[in-house]
């Protein structure tokens, strides 16, 4: 899988640790996604993305999704289904994003971190919007229109 460069400038050269991701796709029942936006002090701060955070040693993809949105904005998933990987290639770190939905949570939200949160739909309103947030959009685009075509027939 070659990665999605950030930038749009040329891959970086070099053994470059690749970090590991688990970002939770929350999709509420009328199909709108929560999106976050990223606190201040961090890299990309203010730029808009899917919660999530690193997976720790040990940690599997969904324990690492269950903490990180726990410690973030509050609440308890049920199930996460994991849905897709995309290795994104920023200026400042080799990312792979294990993309979860969600589908099911407890708790009200809460950023913990100063961050805001927006209810979405697409497309989406809010800008700018991670680099590693816009293949997600592009799926959800791709499968409302498939869903859309087969209830036309």
């Given at each position: 899988m070659s990665p999605l460069l950030a930038d749009g400038q040329?891959?970086?050269?070099?053994d470059?640790?690749?970090?590991?991701v688990a970002v939770g796709v929350?999709?509420?029942?009328?199909?709108q996604f929560l999106l976050t936006s990223r606190p201040a002090g961090?890299?990309?701060?203010?730029?808009?993305?899917?919660?999530?955070?690193?997976i720790e040693a040990g940690e599997s993809v969904e324990q690492a999704l269950r903490r990180e949105l726990q410690e973030e904005i509050g609440i308890t998933i049920a199930v996460a289904?994991?849905?897709?990987i995309e290795m994104v290639d920023y200026p400042h770190a080799l990312v792979r994003l294990h993309f979860c939905q969600v589908f099911e949570w407890t708790g009200e939200l809460q950023m913990k971190e100063g961050q805001r949160f927006a209810?979405?739909?697409?497309p989406?309103?809010?800008q700018p919007v991670l680099p590693g947030t816009i293949p997600v959009l592009g799926w959800f685009a791709q499968e409302r229109a498939f869903e859309g075509a087969t209830h036309r027939v």
């Open positions: 040329q891959p970086r050269q070099g470059r640790k690749v970090v590991e929350l999709i509420r029942a009328d199909g961090k890299v990309y701060e203010g730029y808009w993305e899917f919660p999530g955070g690193k289904q994991p849905w897709r209810w979405q739909d697409l989406v309103q809010v």
